[in-house]
């Protein structure tokens, strides 16, 4: 078999990676081990959450995607639970309101509408969270939510009506290299061939880079989540804690804290779908590629989602998932060709912003495979380049 493109992974970055192709005329096939959605992106909350991300080029790749997301579903032509209620992030001490401050004064100028409010105003927006435990918060009107999964799967149907060949249960085991470069992969079935192979395979992306003798700096991270049962809204925004946001941009100043909360990397963040469910979370932990919910993690999660928003007490879960977040050095997704390598591809390492960015996402690498260049904010500074991708020597 012969094509443009082969995307290597079925999760949100390579079908809106598929998508976007074959939208411009290239011939794709997409490889999918398992099914699609197998990895993170079926097992993640839904946040396109712009106060999240470090105040550079990171937030202006997330504000285009939400841009692309107000659109998307109608492009698609399929209902994608976008909705923007903004989200909050609750403060809980004084160190945190200051670095807080810091990061909001940098989003703002950067054109993120992002602003302090005093913890009766943070209850007034969201009545149930627990006075005693924040000082105030902050509020960001543009941070919204979609659901990924739906997303995902959007992205691949319509790709597969624009032509796209998508094969579930299909993993490549094998790049096929000529002279150092690639030009195909092996799967058990059969070796396709194709002018630019994309490693799209979120955590498992080192795994494709060794078989083209690269060290790819990507490293799972796991978050453990609960989902409860379907309720009447009453979440009018979502909830975040600014901790997460001070142990993601600034862990040195959380060095001392040596509890098992702070081990686990414990924040709290909760969300509503439109259907009534609601998700709270969640660890950042370092746990290799073992995927499963851990008593630990889940009575630290449990533990303080119920101290800060009471009322979860009174929900009924119905279940719990981890997922493994594909974690790259400095937080920001590897986007590009590898150089020395040609015909390979890294779009992958989006951590905890991979719904977020997969719009952004899907469209860079199109406009870089097809035209060499993209108008999406800042894309030269995801170069994969920017790290040492060749082995170290023992
Ligand atoms: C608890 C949790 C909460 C999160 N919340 C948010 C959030 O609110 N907002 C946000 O933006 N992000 C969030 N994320 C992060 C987001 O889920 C990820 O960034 C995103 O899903 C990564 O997508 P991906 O397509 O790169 O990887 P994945 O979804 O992991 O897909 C990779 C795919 O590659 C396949 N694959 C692997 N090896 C091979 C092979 N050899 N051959 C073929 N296929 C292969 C896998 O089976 C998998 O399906 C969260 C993550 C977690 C865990």
């Known amino acids: 078999m012969n094509k443009d493109v082969i995307v290597i992974g079925g999760g949100i970055i390579g079908c809106a990676i598929a998508y976007s192709l074959q939208k411009r005329g290239k011939s794709v096939v997409l490889l999918e081990?398992?099914?699609?959605?197998?990895?993170?992106?079926?097992?993640?909350d839904q946040g396109i959450l712009l106060q999240s991300k470090a105040p550079n080029e990171h937030l202006l790749l997330g504000?285009?995607?939400?841009?692309?997301?107000?659109?998307l579903g109608r492009e698609l032509g399929r209902d994608l639970e976008f909705t923007q209620k903004g989200y909050m992030l609750l403060m809980e001490s004084e160190l945190?309101?200051?670095?807080?401050?810091?990061?909001?004064?940098?989003?703002?100028?950067?054109?993120?509408?992002?602003?302090?409010?005093?913890?009766?105003?943070?209850?007034?927006?969201?009545?149930?969270?627990?006075?005693?435990?924040?000082?105030?918060?902050?509020?960001?009107?543009?941070?919204?939510?979609?659901?990924?999964?739906?997303?995902?799967?959007?992205?691949?149907?319509?790709?597969?009506?624009?032509?796209?060949?998508?094969?579930?249960?299909?993993?490549?085991t094998g790049l096929v290299m000529e002279g150092g470069a690639v030009k195909g992969v092996v799967t058990p079935q059969e070796t396709m061939y194709a002018e630019t192979v994309i490693d799209a395979c979120g955590v498992w992306a080192p795994e494709i880079g060794r078989m083209a003798g690269l060290e790819i700096p990507i490293r799972p991270r796991r978050g453990?989540?609960?989902?409860?049962?379907?309720?009447?809204?009453?979440?009018?925004?979502?909830?975040?804690?600014?901790?997460?946001?001070?142990?993601?941009?600034?862990?040195?100043?959380?060095?001392?804290?040596?509890?098992?909360?702070?081990?686990?990397?414990?924040?709290?963040?909760?969300?509503?779908?439109?259907?009534?469910?609601?998700?709270?979370?969640?660890?950042?932990?370092?746990?290799?590629m073992d995927n499963r919910c851990t008593l630990d993690g889940l009575r630290e999660v449990l533990a303080e989602a119920t101290r800060l928003m009471p009322a979860v007490k009174e929900l009924n879960v119905i279940r719990t998932m981890s997922?493994?977040?594909?974690?790259?050095?400095?937080?920001?997704?590897?986007i590009g060709f590898v150089d020395g390598v040609p015909g390979f591809f890294m779009a992958a390492g989006h951590e905890g912003d991979g719904?977020?960015?997969?719009?952004?996402?899907?469209?860079?690498?199109?406009?870089?495979?097809?035209?060499?260049?993209?108008?999406?904010?800042?894309?030269?500074?995801?170069?994969?380049?920017?790290?040492?991708?060749?082995?170290k020597a023992p």
């Open 33 to 44: 081990k398992h099914n699609l959605v197998a990895g993170a992106s079926g097992a993640c």
């Open 224 to 288: 453990q989540v609960y989902i409860t049962e379907a309720v009447p809204l009453f979440m009018r925004c979502n909830l975040l804690n600014a901790r997460y946001i001070v142990a993601k941009h600034h862990p040195e100043l959380l060095a001392g804290d040596h509890s098992l909360k702070a081990q686990l990397g414990v924040g709290f963040c909760m969300t509503q779908s439109g259907k009534g469910n609601v998700m709270f979370g969640a660890t950042r932990e370092f746990a290799g």
């Open 323 to 334: 997922g493994l977040r594909p974690y790259s050095p400095d937080s920001k997704p590897l």
């Open 63 to 71: 504000i285009r995607a939400m841009e692309m997301y107000k659109e």
């Open 96 to 172: 945190e309101c200051r670095v807080m401050d810091g990061i909001i004064e940098k989003q703002r100028a950067l054109g993120l509408p992002v602003e302090r409010i005093s913890a009766d105003e943070a209850l007034r927006r969201q009545p149930g969270i627990n006075r005693e435990e924040i000082v105030g918060a902050t509020w960001c009107p543009w941070d919204s939510e979609v659901n990924p999964y739906m997303t995902a799967l959007a992205y691949a149907d319509r790709a597969a009506e624009l032509g796209c060949d998508i094969r579930t249960r299909t993993p490549v």
């Open 355 to 391: 719904v977020s960015l997969a719009p952004t996402t899907g469209k860079m690498v199109a406009d870089l495979i097809i035209d060499g260049t993209t108008d999406v904010p800042a894309a030269a500074s995801f170069n994969p380049n920017r790290f040492d991708l060749r082995p």
